[in-house]
């Protein structure tokens, strides 16, 4: 399994506390508003919308706070204009990390991001300098009570699945970026219970790290990155053994 899988249980897991802070709200109320700006507030032809509104109704969050973030978004009112950045860079190790933000300050954005990597051990890069290194993917996470890895290698490949993995805690299916809402729905239909679904930078190549220093160097970088207001997703290509992982979640 790799860094990205188990960075995707991390981040399941801090859900929760991130809930308490209030910043799951603020997350999903800026995504929702550069959904609806960069693709209309036409749910039935803007997955991306459709997604992050689906985001909202998991999270418990107020139908009119949706209703407002769209509005937004279209300009139907006046609010904050966000734009989305991405930022590049190296972590303890020599992990490659990407960063992506929506933000309304740039350059604030952009120092303190800088300042994060510089402070955990890691370099922020130029634009292009890590990102060859990562596909963009559709991945959908599907409980594995219940069923099968047949029934799950059927359904998904059926539904226009690219690939599955079924060594993780869950079922993780792959598909390409377009494809996503279409095997979603299609594993919907077929009553299978969707963890989550979501597009994700996938690493061609993985950097094994062994040492646990390095490796909790990296959780801290990846972690506080993670909970900068204007983070809306970070990746990286660390493969970090699930035996190292447990002596770091002690």
Do not use: Q
């Amino acid at each position: 399994m790799g860094g990205h899988s188990h960075w995707a249980g991390i981040k399941h897991k801090k859900a929760l506390v991130d809930a308490k802070k209030g910043k799951v709200f603020t997350k999903i109320i800026r995504e929702i508003t550069i959904a609806a700006k960069l693709g209309g507030a036409d749910l039935e032809h803007n997955p991306r919308l459709r997604k992050a509104v689906d985001d909202s109704k998991a999270a418990n969050m107020p139908s009119d706070n949706v209703k407002r973030a769209i509005m937004k978004g279209t300009g139907a009112l006046d609010g904050v204009t966000y734009e989305e950045v991405m930022y590049e860079g190296y972590g303890p190790g020599s992990v490659a990390v990407i960063v992506e933000c929506t933000t309304d300050n740039k350059n604030r954005t952009f120092s303190e991001i800088r300042k994060i990597f510089s402070s955990r051990g890691g370099n922020l890069g130029s634009a292009g300098s890590v990102s060859y290194m990562f596909k963009k993917r559709g991945l959908i996470l599907v409980p594995k009570e219940g069923l099968s890895e047949d029934d799950i290698m059927n359904a998904a490949l059926d539904a226009g699945a690219d690939d599955v993995k079924t060594e993780g805690p869950s079922y993780e299916i792959f598909t390409a970026p377009e494809n996503l809402n279409a095997v979603k729905t299609a594993l919907e239909g077929k009553k299978i219970k969707i963890e989550s679904a979501n597009l994700t930078m996938i690493p061609d190549n993985e950097v094994e790290v062994t040492d646990e220093n390095t490796a909790a160097s990296i959780i801290k970088l990846i972690e506080e990155l993670d909970e900068h207001d204007d983070t809306k997703d970070v990746y990286s290509n660390y493969n970090i053994p699930d035996a190292i992982l447990e002596k770091l979640d002690a």
